[in-house]
């Protein structure tokens, strides 16, 4: 087959208007790859006679290079697509090795039959992959029923979000977004309607800057982020997210709605930090607790959990955890709260596992129990210190031993509003050496057992 023909059925099934601008282009590609080809059958280093070392780049060399970069944009812009339509036994795979846009403009997409790997959009892409959203459309993707894909939408490389439209998936065999790197999104509204894992699942950081977040339906977490390299391990947060691979999540604006019922999971989850600087933040988790067969414990649901820690400086947040055990912020090092208004309700009951024997309602005393056997329903549980010095957070707990919020080492209030009604303790420091330091702010508990 010609390499024009090629490139044409590549395209065939852009609307005509596309097609007008796709043809000429792929005439001009086609033509530039004639000429590179010629041109790498000559010399691109001319060498002086009487000295090798000094060496000078010939025409023919500058020519390539001049060529090569009009090459590199007509191939980025052929992979700007825009999809619109629908159909119901359809998929979009797409591979490369260069930075592309993906843009969707009314397309409602199901795999029935998978052709690859499952996934309704496949983007086998290690690239900066654009998915624009265009404004006031609806979109819809659903993957198969049966395949080995990661995600209802999956991308290889890290993925930008944007747009004033709407993008809903359906996730059927593991999480509805899936990326390999990180993850950004702005301006754009993605719904999550169902997953058989996640509802969002990136590696390397989460980014939201604004739109709209509507995550429902999911086994498993809401968001989670986990560190890439897990052999380098995390590189912390860098300038301008320059080559990071911190597992943090970062909430910076926008609005976000998340409603979990699975087994211990959370509404969002870091593997590293938990950054919330603005946003009208809503979680909601109703799962209960379950047994960590390789942690030999119990493990419970969460509307914010980072197995780092959780800083919030901003935004609006409402967190409810129903399930036994469940938690409004586990974190396993330290709390920050500097600014913003959070709002923490926890109903659940007192969780017991052994290993064997799982009561989701246990009623016992405690005191001579393992506490690796137990969960109770928490608002604010770090290991690490919690330091609050502004902002607003308020407390409800029911449920045996149900606390408002409690440290692993120490609790700092220098300033900001606190305010806890529990079952039990309402503020509480564990361990030996651990300090309660109340230097200023405004502080109400109330815990009524």
Known sequence: MARREELSKLFSELDGNIQTIVSPMLEDLVFIEEQLEELRKQPFIKYHPKDPTIQKATP??????????????????????????????????????????????GLSLTNTNPVSSGAVVHIQNGKRIKVKVLEGTSNTLVDAANGSQKGALYVKGHPEFSGKGTLTVNGNVKHAIKSGEYMTVKDATLVVKSAAGDGINCGQYFLMKSGVLDISGVEDDGIQCDIDDTDVGSTGETADHEDEDSGNIYLEGGQITINTAGIAAKGVKSEGDLIVKG???????????????????????ACLGSDAKVVISGGTLTLTSTGAGGKGINCDAAFELSGGDVTIVTKGALYYHNGTTENTNYTGNTDNVNSDYYSSSKGVKADGAITISGGKISVATAGRNAEGIESKTSILISDGEVTVNSYDDGINVGGDGSDLIISG???YSRAMN
């Open 441 to 443: 702010g405004y502080v």
């Open 60 to 105: 023919a060399s500058k020519l390539y290079k001049d060529l090569l970069a009009q090459e590199k944009d007509i191939v980025r812009i052929l992979c700007s697509q825009v999809h619109k339509g629908s159909s119901e036994d359809g998929e979009f795979y797409m591979s490369g090795s260069y930075k592309a846009t993906v843009e969707l403009n």
């Open 279 to 301: 946003g009208v933040i809503d979680i909601t988790t109703t799962g209960n607790g379950k047994w960590d067969e390789e942690d030999v414990k119990t493990k419970a649901a």
